[in-house]
């Protein structure tokens, strides 16, 4: 995705909101905060939840799967999850906490254009387990 491409109108999103929208090719998530607009992978990137039917809190959204939170400036993976005990054991033990991907952003003309994926955010593990 090297080019611009209109992937929304900027009205259709409330502060606070967010939506998943067909990108040149792929889904995408589009999240609105304050008069900002980020947009990054649809599908967390752990056990593949759409992010879209999780929750946004200021610009971080949660995975409705498990809860793994990321932030949508950048796509750093702030929580993992919020298992505990030997469950998080085991998942820590198959899986590692990973960002999701985050793609340029301009509102131009009143539509919300999305460019090329930025670089990938780097993690060295959630911040609160």
């Excluded at 593949?48 to 932030?71: I, Q």
């Amino acid at each position: 995705m090297s080019d611009w491409v209109a992937i929304i109108a900027a009205d259709e999103l409330a502060d606070g909101q967010m939506r998943a929208v067909d990108g040149p090719d792929r889904k995408l998530l589009v999240a609105r905060v304050g008069d900002e607009y980020y947009v990054t992978q649809e599908h967390c990137p752990h056990l593949g939840g759409n992010l879209a039917k999780g929750t946004l809190e200021g610009t971080e959204v949660v995975c409705p799967l498990h809860h793994s939170r990321f932030d949508v400036t950048d796509g750093r993976c702030v929580r993992w999850t919020d298992w505990k005990g030997a469950v998080l054991e085991v998942a820590e033990a198959v899986r590692h906490s990973r960002p999701i991907i985050t793609y340029d952003v301009k509102v131009e003309d009143g539509e919300v254009w999305v460019g090329a994926a930025r670089p990938v955010a780097e993690t060295s593990g959630p911040t609160d387990q």
